[in-house]
């Protein structure tokens, strides 16, 4: 820049002439220690699933006496998957008119095979928390299902709000707990365990299953 043309660059823009100084406001999360940390369990909890599976089970207070419930559990609940899957998939979803929207043909009819075939990866699904492998397998499994739910990675043209895996997860999760509470009307030490266990586990996976719903946000 010839210095003619520097000064009249400078008299438009007297900023320029003036000492540069850092703009930038403090960072409380790089500066102060407490924060620090906060910012590295922020980080380490978005990158590592099983970081973020220990952080989440240690603030719910989720502990092997949890995991020992679930077990338990499994001898109640196994005698009525069917009957469960049967009533989520054959009288909750196809007759809620939202729910119901993606189990359709396009006709508007119940397509009934289909239905039969999310009924059969929900039951793998199921199947799969009562195994009790909280490893890492377990986890990417669960945010995968999650995530086939939102459009990315081959499944971009499928898209099911936020609110209805809420509305499905809510009805499973109270469901689950009349049959309980049927089943331990005799025992409600046993009915206590198992119902906090379990709900621990429902917050648990329902954080991990958004996950690639808005990513940068969970
Ligand atoms: C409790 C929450 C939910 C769970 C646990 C769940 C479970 C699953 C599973 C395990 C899969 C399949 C992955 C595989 O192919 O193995 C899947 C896919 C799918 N889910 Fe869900 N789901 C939930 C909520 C919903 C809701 C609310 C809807 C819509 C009303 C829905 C509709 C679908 C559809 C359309 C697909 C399939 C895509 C395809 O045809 O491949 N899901 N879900």
Redesign the pocket.
């Known amino acids: 820049m010839s210095a003619g043309l520097s000064e009249a660059y400078m008299k438009m823009f007297p900023q320029e002439a003036q000492k540069k100084v850092s703009a930038g406001k403090k960072n409380l999360m790089l500066d102060i220690p407490e924060y620090n940390k906060a910012w590295n369990l922020y980080r380490d909890t978005s990158l590592d699933i099983m970081k973020r599976h220990e952080y989440m089970a240690q603030c719910i207070g989720f502990t092997d006496k949890d995991t020992e419930a679930i077990r338990e559990s499994k001898e109640l609940i196994a005698p009525h998957l069917e009957a469960i899957l049967d009533h989520i998939y054959w009288e909750k ?1 196809v007759n809620d008119p939202w ?1 119901s ?2 189990f359709r043909d396009e006709t508007g009819k119940i397509a009934k095979d289909y239905v039969t075939v ?1 009924r059969a ?2 039951r ?2 199921l199947l799969k928390i009562l195994e009790c492998k909280w490893d890492e397998e377990f986890w990417n499994y669960v945010r995968w ?1 999650g995530a ?2 939102v459009p990315i990675f081959g ?1 971009e043209e ?1 898209y ?1 709000p936020m609110r ?2 809420f ?3 809510g009805y ?1 999760h109270h469901y689950l707990f009349n049959l309980l509470a049927e089943v331990l009307k005799d025992d409600p030490e046993k009915l206590r365990r198992m119902t906090i266990a379990w709900t621990k586990m429902f917050w648990l996976i329902i954080d991990v299953y958004h996950i690639d719903y808005s990513a940068a946000w969970a």
């Open positions: 979803l729910l929207r993606w999310r990866r929900q793998r699904f299902v086939v739910h499944f499928l099911i209805l895996n509305a499905l997860w499973i």
